[in-house]
């Protein structure tokens, strides 16, 4: 390195002389600094950049020594005294700077002396030559000497620089030798660790392998294992079921026989018991009790049933009316002797007509119409249960939001000293609504009121507040319109302690129950005590307090009221004989009115419904029940055959799409056999894994329900019953499809019957092959008319149809009928076309369409070409079925790519099919047909308890004629009852 500096600073130096001597020196330094480039492993730029500063130093020294005079010397000494000047003075400088690289000032001490000299004049020169040349001597020795010293500086600092650099090394080898050795450590460890996890992870995936093995072979012999019992069973249950199906129509006959010997031996023990209860109650009762109870029955029978017929319920009955609050319920419990209705303060307590009948009896007792318990009144604990049945009634009546219900509640209470008489206790009459009333509250509870005041023969017992103002009332004047003479009308004055205590005036009171101070007439006027304002006392309280008011009454002493008009004891006196005497006069008269309506309605039967029975809607219910268990019972008339038949062809019908479409097309794009069966394995295993066994299961429901609607709707068509019964055969259909599920291990079984029937690739003869064939033709023959019509509807209407219907294509058609003929010579160029249409051939069919002057967007190409398509490769396919008719025997025969395995996917199709539906046949005539017997029954039974539902299933006009007919009937037989007991009763 040394030595290559000291070049560059020699060529330099020599380079600044002349100019043919720069050209070659900068020729010199090009090769010097690539030669130290090289050597020191840096890069050129830098070395270049560092000599180019030495070069330029220097030209500035010989500069200076251009512009310093010196004087003429011989040529030769000149030149050597310049070579040895330059020589030295740059050697100096040289030198100087590597002792001292980092320095960038000018030459330092070592070799300034010199410098200073070489700038200095030469002396002139003497005469003595000696001199001179010893001086010439002397210098040159000197620089020797100086050069010498120089060079052993120069070799001290190189060694010390070079076992610097060796120790550096030496050094940083060690470090990295135990740098390397760290890592190599490192990378040993890790290489362990991942080598450990592998040997680990593989341990696991061996122990899971095994296991999954295990598991897949025990589920292998498991599966095997119920495959040959199922098989056992179908075979056993094929062989058992023509031994059995005779056997099960004669026991299904017998167990028909049976149930309705039963029906009529219950019916008839019903109509024993009936007749006994009925003997027994008319033994134990008194003559009066069974009159009032007769009467009571016929009012409830009214009740219950509205006439369709126009026939108006005018038998007498006790009206209660008044304002609300006035007091005419307890007015009615003071009657009753019981506290027996809802108690409330200020608010409307009853909300529907409530109708009492009073009778004798030894105990204190009340009962609901229809309700075989027995409240005593006598026990409070019953008495506040029987209040609370009777709000519960009452909330029960109202319905569509409604404030008030029309529905009677119907309620008789017998006890030692009760008048007989049947009373109807109504809402009160109202002025206002409030915000919590149903809007025309106030008219809905004045027209129920008007219902039952405008029968001629209905008894008013009007109720007036005595504690307000007489003018603040409503009652009255609804009531006199009604009853303007008041041959029919009973007037109550209640609260007449409030009102001797608030009252200035005694004459008022006086006049209102003397029928002067209002307009209003009545049979009789009546002041009554019924509380002692807001306390819930018992009625002996009530009673008590009562007379010990009218003993000590103002009123009474001046002579307002008179004693016969005093106390609830009179009033019910009063009241009863007024009923009783209503009773007399037009009871008779009533059940004539029956009689006249009984024979105009069944000279209406005789004309309408000649020949025909009345059966009233009960009677119907009971044959419609018997025939829709006929029904469910024709099930198991159908053949074998035709149920498998049936199902055959409603669960192809029902997975066709699933298998041509999406299995078979979509394997037929194989290109090799292997392709196609790998391809028709999977699709059908993960079809039979998900979803082909629950649909299997909902088209043998779909068939067995069919059936059992196709049974029912073809019945009854007869001239005797007609369509009577469909409404109610409709119902019991909609019930039967929504509720009966089917039996939940037949999902299992099925999936393992198909699975092993879909894996079954052996056509074991030419029948079948021929068959499955057939098969395949007839669904390609009607997937290729299907895709034709598709195709000519894209296209629009043909030649024929255009000339003959003058119809025309649109644009859109045009447009489709050109790259249907584009595409069609693309397909016709290749037989084998696949199904994906390649961008450069649609490019190329559109380019070729535009040529034509016919600009077709590729959306509309596409769906063209996807019914060309899909329309070629059927035909192809069928040309194929048919040349694999010779293929039985020899499949290497076959023309196709998928070698006639398309063949045997129908083959395996059928196979399922016929296994499917044999498995549901038996799956329908051994269970579910039962269970659909099993619950029909129970919904009859339901259904027969639910009057409401019978009503509305069972209608029409034979259904209502017949059912007034039995009404009237009913009616007019316990009038005729009544009249004789009333007779014998005034008899006696």
């Known amino acids: 390195m040394w030595k290559l500096r000291r070049?560059?600073?020699?060529?330099?130096a020599v380079g600044a002389g002349s100019t043919g001597a720069s050209k070659l020196v900068s020729s010199k330094l090009d090769e010097t600094w690539t030669d130290m480039a090289d050597t020191l492993g840096k890069p050129y730029d830098a070395l270049a950049d560092g000599f180019?500063?030495?070069?330029?130093?220097?030209?500035?020294?010989?500069?200076?020594?251009r512009n310093t005079e010196i004087p003429e010397m011989p040529r030769t000494s000149d030149l050597f005294n310049k070579g040895i000047l330059n020589y030295s003075m740059l050697s100096t400088v040289?030198?100087?700077?590597?002792?001292?690289?980092?320095?960038n000032n000018p030459p330092s001490l070592n070799n300034v002396d010199a410098f200073e000299a070489a700038k200095q004049p030469m002396p002139p020169p003497t005469t003595n030559g000696n001199g001179v040349a010893a001086k010439l001597e002397e210098e040159k020795e000197r620089l020797k000497e100086e050069t010498l010293a120089n060079e052993k500086l120069e070799d001290e600092h190189r060694e010390k620089l070079e076992k610097e650099r060796i120790e550096q090394l030496e050094k940083l080898e060690k470090d990295q030798i135990a740098k390397l050795e760290k890592l190599q450590k490192d990378q040993n460890e890790k290489l362990e660790k991942v080598v450990r996890n592998h040997r680990e992870k593989e341990k696991l995936a061996r122990q899971v392998r095994e296991k999954e093995e295990k598991e897949l072979l025990e589920k292998q012999k498991r599966i095997e294992n119920e495959n040959l019992k199922l098989k056992e069973e179908l075979c056993a249950a094929e062989s058992d079921n023509h031994k059995t199906e005779t056997d099960l129509r004669k026991e299904l006959l017998k167990l028909q026989e049976s149930y309705k010997k039963e029906l009529d031996k219950i019916r008839s023990e019903n109509e024993k018991l009936k007749y006994m209860i009925k003997n027994s109650t008319v033994k134990n009762a008194t003559v009066k009790k069974s009159i009032i109870d007769m009467y009571a029955d016929v009012l409830d029978t009214l009740s219950d049933n509205d006439s369709a017929y126009n026939i108006q319920d005018h038998l007498p009955r006790i009206v209660v009316v008044g304002d609300q609050s006035s007091g005419k319920t307890s007015v009615l419990e003071m009657i009753i002797r019981a506290r027996i209705f809802p108690r409330g303060h200020g608010e409307m307590m009853t909300r529907s007509p409530v109708q009492v009948t009073l009778g004798e009896g030894n105990r204190h007792t009340a009962q609901f119409s229809g309700?075989?318990?027995v409240y005593d009144l006598a026990s409070e604990a019953e008495l506040y249960e029987l209040r609370k049945e009777v709000e519960r009634r009452m909330r029960k009546s109202i319905r569509n939001g409604e404030t008030i219900s029309s529905e009677t509640i119907s309620l008789t209470v017998k006890g030692p000293g009760l008048h007989r008489m049947v009373l109807v206790d109504l809402p009160g009459i109202i002025s206002t609504e409030t915000s919590g009333m149903r809007p025309k509250t106030k008219e809905a509870l004045a027209e129920m009121c008007s219902s039952f005041m405008r029968n001629p023969n209905a008894i008013i017992l009007c109720v007036q507040d005595g504690s307000i103002d007489a003018e603040r009332s409503n009652v009255t004047s609804i009531v006199q319109s009604h009853d303007p003479k008041g041959k029919r009308t009973i007037f109550v004055l209640t609260k007449v302690d409030l009102a001797e205590k608030n009252m200035t005036n005694p004459t008022r009171v006086k006049k209102i129950l003397e029928g002067k101070l209002f307009p209003m007439k009545a049979l009789g006027y009546y002041a009554v005590v019924t509380g002692r304002g807001p306390h819930d006392d018992s009625i002996d309280m009530i009673r008590e307090?009562?007379?010990?008011?009218?003993?000590?009454?103002?009123?009474?002493?001046?002579?307002?009221?008179?004693?016969?008009?005093?106390?609830t004891s009179n009033l019910s006196l009063a009241v009863s004989d007024c009923f009783w005497k209503m009773v007399g006069d037009s009871v008779e008269q009533q059940a004539d009115n029956f009689k006249a309506a009984r024979y105009n309605l069944e000279a209406e039967w005789r004309n309408t419904?000649?020949?025909?029975?009345?059966?009233?809607?009960?009677?119907?219910?009971?044959?419609a029940k018997d025939d829709i268990l006929d029904d469910i019972a024709a099930l198991h008339k159908l053949t074998p055959l035709e149920w498998e038949t049936l199902l055959q062809e409603n669960l192809w019908e029902r997975i066709q799409s699933k298998v041509v479409d999406n299995i078979y097309l979509e394997a037929a794009e194989c290109k090799s056999s292997s392709h196609f069966n790998t391809k028709v394995d999977i699709a059908l295993k993960d079809w039979t894994d998900d979803l082909l066994p629950q649909i299997s299961i909902d088209?043998?429901?779909?068939?067995?329900?069919k059936q059992l609607q196709n049974i029912m709707q073809s019945k009854n068509k007869d001239h005797e019953i007609g369509d009577l019964f469909q409404p109610l055969k409709a119902n019991i259909l909609e019930t039967v499809q929504a509720d009966h599920t089917w039996q939940a291990n037949a999902l299992k079984r099925l999936s393992v019957i198909q699975k092993n029937a879909l894996e079954d690739t052996a056509v074991t003869n030419k029948m079948q092959w021929d068959n499955s064939i057939s098969f395949m033709e007839q669904i390609l023959r009607e997937r290729i008319g299907l895709a034709t019509e598709e195709l000519d509807t894209t296209i629009g209407p043909s030649w024929t149809?255009?000339?003959?219907?003058?119809?025309?294509?649109?644009?859109?058609?045009?447009?489709?009928?050109?790259?249907?003929?584009?595409?069609?010579?693309l397909l016709v160029a290749d037989e084998v076309h696949g199904k994906k249409l390649e961008n450069d051939e649609l490019t190329t069919v559109r380019k070729n369409l535009q040529t034509q002057g016919v600009d077709v967007p590729y959306e509309i190409i596409c769906k063209v070409w996807e019914k060309l398509y899909k329309l070629t490769f059927l035909n192809r396919a069928l040309t194929s079925a048919q040349q694999c008719r010779k293929a039985f025997y020899h499949r290497n025969i076959a023309c196709n790519a998928v070698e006639c395995n398309d063949v045997v996917l129908f083959w395996r199709a059928t196979r399922m099919l016929e296994i499917t539906s044999n498995a549901l046949r038996l799956q329908i005539m051994n269970t579910e047909a039962q269970r659909l017997e099993k619950e029909v029954k129970q919904y009859l039974e339901e259904l027969s308890n639910d009057e409401v539902k019978k009503k509305k299933l069972i209608t029409g006009k034979r259904v209502e004629l017949a059912e007034e007919l039995r009404r009237v009937r009913g009616i007019q037989d316990r009038l005729d009852m009544f009249i004789d007991e009333l007779k014998k009763e005034q008899d006696l």
């Not at 003993?551 to 005093?566: D, V």
């Not at 000339?803 to 644009?811: D, E, F, K």
Request: aromatic share 12%; hydrophobic share 40%; glycine share 6%.
């Open 801 to 825: 149809e255009r000339w003959s219907g003058w119809r025309s294509r649109s644009p859109l058609e045009l447009q489709c009928v050109a790259a249907k003929n584009e595409l069609h010579k």
């Open 52 to 65: 180019m500063s030495i070069s330029l130093r220097g030209q500035h020294y010989i500069n200076q020594l």
């Open 7 to 12: 070049k560059l600073v020699v060529l330099a």
């Open 609 to 623: 419904f000649a020949g025909l029975r009345e059966m009233d809607r009960n009677d119907l219910f009971e044959k």
């Open 699 to 705: 088209v043998g429901w779909a068939t067995l329900f």
């Open 545 to 567: 307090y009562e007379e010990d008011f009218f003993s000590r009454s103002k009123l009474f002493k001046s002579g307002a009221f008179r004693a016969s008009q005093m106390s």
């Open 371 to 373: 309700c075989d318990r």
């Open 94 to 103: 040289g030198i100087a700077e590597e002792l001292n690289p980092s320095s």
